[in-house]
């Protein structure tokens, strides 16, 4: 399945809109990683834990989009966004938007 953020596929043509899909990926962050991450940010660098998280959740929102695309028989999904929001300081949602939509063959 072709997943893209742009409204247009270059070289193929869109002959049926099938509506929005989403996927949303909710996670927690445990207090060790807080505290190694709060550490990563006193002497700098990147916090791999939770990066390592955070492109796990977008993974699971972005598949759970394809899936309702799928379902709804896609074949590709177009201007597709991803949002991310913090839910009571200590939680990190992941959304992912788009169009599913049908590509001529």
């Given at each position: 399945m072709l997943v893209t953020t742009t409204n247009n596929i270059e070289g193929a043509k869109v002959v049926k809109y099938l509506g929005m899909v989403s996927g949303e990926a909710i996670l927690g962050a445990n207090i060790f990683k807080d505290f190694f991450a709060g550490i990563r940010d006193i002497v700098g660098g990147r916090s791999?834990?939770?990066e390592k998280e955070l492109r796990q959740?977008?993974?699971i929102a972005v598949s759970e989009m394809?899936?309702?695309?799928?379902?709804l028989g896609g074949n590709a999904v177009i201007a597709v966004d991803l949002d991310y929001e913090t839910i009571g300081g200590s939680m990190l949602m992941v959304s992912a938007n788009g169009t599913a939509v049908v590509l001529e063959k």
């Open positions: 791999a834990a939770y959740a977008k993974d394809v899936e309702q695309a799928q379902a």
